[in-house]
């Protein structure tokens, strides 16, 4: 038992990250406001400014301008972060509604700045695109009246490079007030691929322009992934605090913890202790489900990236708190068996709660991973090395802890002998293979 321990600990922490890379896929992007999407690209933040124009009356007439459309989602906006039940869906059937009455809006209804500001901020918070291509098409403003709807269209059809030119061509400040705050958070979307300290400074004018309402909330929830990314840790809880302070009722809550818990598993290894003792005082501040929604992602986000004790901590804790859900204990109990089983004082636990998993009820990639820690354990067990040799070889090969260094150095026949020679060892290399193959397609 004991050399089987050794050799877990050795070589299982590095195939089971392999084999986690390789079967996870890139985190579902953050849902905005109404459905903002995210985007890649270089930034230009040189550009024409859009000059101010004098606020102006919408066209006389019974007809319901547009204008006057999203205010009332904006409203609604307002109840959506206050958490009133309902709102969110009456919201998401509006701007499908408001589609068909916008429409239907005449030339003379588009010709006002107003309302053609309006079609903006209604396509960027998830609106159909093609009301703002037929009030481009019909509005008898000038061109430089319609760019930032013309960016906004652009944006909202995910044609990244002609968004990215058009917004950061645009001085948001010189827009519409009630225009300004929708479109820095947008722009924040689109350089954050590229410059992330550009990217949160629109998020920061976002939360200025417009606070307490969605866009600050929206901007708040981006800003985890933004600042997880930068790895500033101080920023990350000062920005969680506020979000707690101010929006703790918000029905989006459950995206704020998806972020959460994604930005603070970005943050360095080295700070892994500091990380968990924040995770576990975050956790207490938060009811059984919540706790369980952050505590499901940074198991296994944690058991990916070695975290070892974050891993641990967060699936034990996840098996504490839940009720009788047989597939979620099945998940819990994987992860716990597949971060305690690399350290030789938990093996025996370890092992014996994943021998109480059902693989039938785990989802496909949590198969995979079941099947590769039975197998590797099989392997351990059976296949005898020489552990301080592969462990050197096996870490100056993997890529997933940098900083690691090799402690002793060998020949490139005596690194083919060992490995050749180990049957573990060979499938180590061919973890590493399959992931050097993938990891180009998730890098896109």
């Known amino acids: 038992m004991k050399s089987a321990r050794c050799k877990l600990t050795v070589v299982a922490q590095i195939a089971l990250a392999a084999v986690f890379l390789v079967i996870q896929t890139p985190p579902a992007s953050s849902n905005e406001i109404g459905g903002i999407p995210h985007n890649n690209g270089a930034p230009n933040v040189q550009g024409e400014r859009i000059p101010p124009r004098p606020e102006e009356k919408p066209p006389a007439g019974e ?6 459309l999203i205010r009332k989602l904006q409203h609604l906006q307002d109840a959506i972060v206050a958490g009133i039940p309902g709102s969110l869906n009456i919201y998401r059937k509006l701007l499908v509604k408001y589609s068909g009455l916008m429409l239907g809006q ?5 010709s006002s700045q107003k ?3 309006a079609a903006a901020i209604y396509v960027l918070i998830g609106g159909n695109p093609a009301v703002g291509i037929k009030a481009v098409e019909v509005s008898t403003l000038d061109d430089l009246a319609k760019r930032p709807l013309i960016a906004a269209i652009a944006y909202a059809e995910r044609n990244f490079a002609e968004a990215r030119q058009l917004m950061l061509a645009l001085d948001h400040r010189l827009i519409q007030p009630s225009a300004a705050a929708q479109f820095a958070l947008a722009k924040s979307m ?3 691929s590229t410059d992330l ?3 949160s400074m629109y998020l920061n004018e976002a939360r200025r322009l417009a606070p307490g309402t969605l866009i600050e909330e929206a901007a708040l929830r981006r800003s985890f992934r933004i600042v997880g990314n ?5 920023k990350f809880r ?3 605090s506020s979000y707690l302070r101010n929006f703790r009722k918000s029905l989006y809550f459950a995206d704020f913890l998806k972020n959460f818990a994604f930005g603070l598993m970005r943050m360095p290894r080295e700070r892994e202790k500091e990380v968990l003792k924040y995770l576990q005082s975050f956790s207490e501040e938060l009811n059984k489900n919540e706790q369980l929604r952050v505590l499901i992602y940074t198991a296994r986000s944690a058991t990916v990236s070695g975290r070892i004790k974050t891993a641990n901590w967060s699936s034990r804790r996840a098996l504490d708190i839940m009720g009788q859900n047989d597939k979620l204990h099945a998940r819990m109990s994987l992860y716990f068996a597949a971060s305690g089983i690399v350290q030789p004082d938990m093996f025996d636990a370890s092992f014996m709660e994943f021998n109480k998993i059902n693989r039938s009820i785990l989802d496909k990639n949590d ?6 820690v039975d197998a590797l354990v099989g392997r351990l067990r059976s296949d005898p090395i020489d552990i301080a040799e592969l462990k050197s070889i096996l870490r100056s090969r993997q890529q997933t802890y940098p900083g690691d260094e090799p402690k002793m150095a060998f020949t490139p026949e005596k690194e083919a002998s060992i490995l050749n020679s180990n049957k573990i060892a060979i499938r180590a290399q061919e973890l590493f293979a399959e992931l050097e193959k993938i990891m180009p397609e998730q890098q896109k």
């Open 238 to 240: 000062g920005d969680a």
């Open 367 to 372: 198969q995979k991973l079941f099947d590769a």
């Open 106 to 110: 005449k030339a003379d209804v588009w």
């Open 63 to 68: 007809r319901i301008q547009p204008w006057q």
């Open 230 to 234: 930068n790895s500033n840790f101080e």
């Open 197 to 199: 300290k550009l990217a």
């Open 115 to 117: 309302n053609l500001n």
């Open 190 to 192: 689109v350089t954050a």
